[in-house]
């Protein structure tokens, strides 16, 4: 996705992750093939999502969305 | 053919526009009574987690949200086939109901307030220091002072929280007054004093954000970060977990997706 430019808007990667990794609907069962071991990689990825540090980097240079940059 | 779903949504009726999702795919909605789930086709191997694929999935989940109230759903999700999808949405239907309806019209916006963690306990404990040098302690015993120097600390980290607390009410108010539902998450780190996802009515979205700039000019030293709006990620709530059906029960959704057409008059399935 070369396509994403960093630029000044409120969105950050970070915040996309956390959503679109562990919120939502979760549909649990059989009927779901997991490709990716989301969980696990959710997991790994707690420890950045509560570091004020990341976010403070980020915080001059948010990523945003095709979407959002699109608007 | 198996199916990446992106998303329920309120309707049934084709999606009007070209969207394209993970790998150039094209995005359709299959109806399920008078829902839809948001769907591609997928064949190949999908990548694992990337970020491109992070982003495209949250791209079309973001266009859906132009045109209709949208359930998320967790980033690859595959159902094996049309049949499994369509037995998923039978029994999840009144889960996907319930929720759409509750989350119609509204938006979720996500706030955290970092606040200087070091400086507000190195200023409770110059208080207690003060306090201490007005009511020097008469000398104790070893057994005394650690106990007292434990209670010390505990006093430091009951007033820590009690001024968490005392921000976090503040800014609470001000955002509740827009808010219809909220979560909040006190000092999940020393630093981040607070991390916040409020739902807010579309036509609030102007005072909510009013609302923000005003918290902001607020005491100095701390910091926010804003984001929004998206759809409802924290406020979807499923009762039911549940997963594959029977042959039996396929059977009788099968059935039953036909008298919903019949009743909403959808083209076909």
């Known amino acids: 996705m070369n396509s994403v430019v960093v630029k000044s808007k409120d969105v950050t990667l970070l915040e ?14 059989d009927v779901v093939i997991s490709v990716a071991d989301v969980d696990l990689i959710y997991l790994g990825l707690k420890v950045l999502l509560s570091s004020v540090e990341t976010m403070e980097k980020l915080r001059g240079s948010p990523f945003v969305s095709p979407m959002q940059e699109a608007k | ?107 979720e916006f996500g706030i955290k307030v970092i606040w200087p963690a070091e400086k507000i306990k190195a200023n409770i404990i110059k208080g207690f220091k003060k306090s201490k040098q007005k009511n020097p302690e008469p000398n104790s015993s070893q057994s005394k002072k650690f106990i007292a120097e434990k209670f010390e600390e505990y006093k430091i980290e009951k007033e820590f929280q009690a001024k968490a607390d005392k921000f976090i009410k503040v800014m609470d108010i001000f955002f509740s007054k827009f808010a219809s539902e909220k979560k909040l998450t006190k000092l999940k780190t020393e630093n981040l004093l607070l991390d916040a996802v409020y739902l807010v009515e579309k036509s609030q979205e ?25 759809p409802a990620y924290n406020f979807v709530i499923l009762s039911k977990q549940s997963g594959l059906l029977t042959d039996l029960q396929q059977t009788d959704i099968l059935d039953k997706v036909t008298q919903c057409q019949a009743l909403v008059g959808a083209n076909s399935i």
């Open chain 1, 16 to 29: 996309i992750l956390d959503r679109v990794l562990d919120k939502g609907v979760i549909i649990s069962g």
């Open chain 2, 1 to 107: 053919m198996k199916l990446y779903l992106y998303g329920i949504v309120d309707s049934s009726d084709q999606i009007s526009e070209s969207i394209y999702g993970l790998e150039g795919a094209g995005v359709y909605n299959i109806p399920y009574c008078d829902i839809g789930a948001v769907v591609s086709e997928t064949g190949k191997p999908i990548r694992g987690v990337t970020e491109g694929a992070v982003l495209e999935h949250e791209a079309v989940i973001e266009k859906l949200m132009a045109n209709f109230t949208v359930l998320p759903v967790r980033f690859q999700t595959i159902i094996d086939s049309r049949d499994n999808l369509l037995s998923m949405m039978q029994s999840y239907h009144k889960d996907f109901k319930d929720n759409l309806a509750r989350l119609h019209n509204k938006l």
């Open chain 2, 206 to 230: 102007g005072n909510f954000r009013e609302a923000f700039e005003h918290i902001k000019g607020g005491p100095p030293g701390l910091k926010y970060l804003f984001s929004g709006p998206w």
